[in-house]
């Protein structure tokens, strides 16, 4: 191993630094949004791979996307420029390494199978309750044959998942894990964020999500707009009667055409989902919808497979353009029918995308959308479908018209 001048690393305040350098093998760390914590674990990294670094030996941070990831690699490859031995850096590959021979490396967990294989010698998960539970397992693999350690660590996003159950876990005590909460307050007293910043959050946020975001609290359904409950309460086996209506979710980049169906009582009475190229597409909704109404994502591509199917005529397509504005009507359309239980879909692919489906408070408003590396093609094609649903069949309330997206 060669011996390296020692970093001069950032200084970190007492509860960040006692959370991520813990003597466990593994740390959970339950976070408020901007406290230190990324910056806390790129430390830990940086520092871990240059003190007991070698040829060969990989140390991985892992995000849910590739350009969460980029971020870590960014901060950390600025940082290095002003060392004494300049490492060596691969832009392609988002690779550091190192002059003692140690390689950090900067991935995506969007596809989990692309993360077995290698020898991990220390890790990261960044913002872990929106990365993939499989990717937690390659990862977990990666680190058996060197019993490595790793850091855990993300704001919390609801109770439904991994990160939150392997927290409890950790809160409760399990041999070589240790559980530990940063919130803004903890970030305020560290001098790392202002207490007034925190105070205007508090007033101008729902309670639910300021509590998740600066508390490190967690809500019963992780800021989605259904409700965990009433998604249950609508689960019934495809239905036999024939559809009324269609919604059709054009596939984008590597997502799946979703076509789904609902009978004359709000029922989910067929479901497709496929990939395939264009003009197979356009056949199989031709086939599919036939003269039925049918409401169809004409969105960027979709806009010429809205046009070529009213010209082939299938009978009542309607082009739904997805703007953050549209796509708020149509989730909290869909959201009021879930509620009131005034429509049904079978489990399977579309309550799970129900399931994860969140929102998230912007500077510019409300925004409906599925996990990073996550799909909502199912989500949408429900909605859309549910955007023309014969009005005898929903609640006196919703006031959705297709004419308003």
């Not at 901060?75 to 190192?98: D, K």
């Not at 005529?313 to 959201?335: D, N, R, Y």
């Not at 309330?397 to 297709?402: G, H, N």
């Amino acid at each position: 191993m060669t011996d390296l001048t020692p970093l001069e690393l950032p200084a970190l305040y007492p509860r960040q630094r006692a959370a991520i350098y813990a003597p466990e093998r593994y740390s959970l760390i339950e976070a408020s949004t901007k406290c230190g914590k990324t910056m806390g674990c790129m430390v830990w990294l940086l520092d871990h791979a240059w003190t007991h670094g070698q040829p060969g030996r990989n140390y991985w941070w892992v995000a849910p996307i590739f350009d969460q990831a980029a971020i870590a690699f960014k901060r950390i490859r600025l940082g290095l420029q002003v060392t004494p031995a300049p490492p060596e850096i691969n832009l392609t590959s988002r690779t550091i390494e190192l002059p003692n021979g140690a390689t950090l490396w900067f991935k995506s967990g969007d596809k989990p199978d692309s993360l077995y294989g290698e020898d991990v010698y220390a890790a990261v998960i960044d913002e872990a309750s929106r990365v993939k539970e499989e990717s937690f397992y390659a990862v977990r693999s990666t680190l058996t044959h060197t019993r490595g350690p790793i850091r855990i660590i993300g704001n919390v996003k609801g109770r439904k998942n991994w990160a939150y159950q392997l927290a409890r876990k950790a809160e409760a005590g399990e041999p070589g894990m240790s559980y530990h909460k940063l919130t803004a307050w903890d970030a305020v007293a560290g001098g790392v964020l202002d207490a007034r910043e925190i105070e205007d959050a508090q007033r101008a946020l729902p309670e639910a999500v300021f509590r998740e975001l600066y508390l490190a609290e967690p809500s019963d359904d992780g800021g989605n707009p259904f409700g965990a409950s009433a998604i249950a309460g609508c689960l019934a086996p495809l239905s036999p009667d024939p559809p009324v209506c269609w919604g059709v979710d054009l596939a984008k980049s590597i997502d799946y055409t979703v076509a789904v169906a609902l009978d004359a009582r709000g029922r989910v009475c067929r479901f497709e989902r496929w990939r395939s190229p264009w003009q197979e597409t356009l056949q199989k909704i031709q086939h599919l919808v036939g003269r039925t109404r049918a409401a169809v994502d004409s969105t960027g591509v979709g806009d010429p497979i809205v046009e070529a199917l009213q010209r082939a005529g299938t009978g009542g397509i309607h082009g739904v353009k997805f703007t953050s504005t549209s796509k708020q009507q149509l989730m909290e359309g869909l959201a009021l029918l879930i509620q009131h239980r005034k429509i049904a879909f079978p489990d399977g692919p579309i309550r799970a995308e129900l399931d994860v489906f969140e929102y998230e408070y912007t500077r510019t408003g409300v925004r409906y959308a599925a996990p990073a590396g996550q799909h909502d093609d199912c989500v949408c094609a429900l909605a859309l479908a549910v955007s023309i649903l014969p009005r005898a069949t929903q609640p006196p309330m919703f006031s959705m018209k297709l004419k308003n997206l």
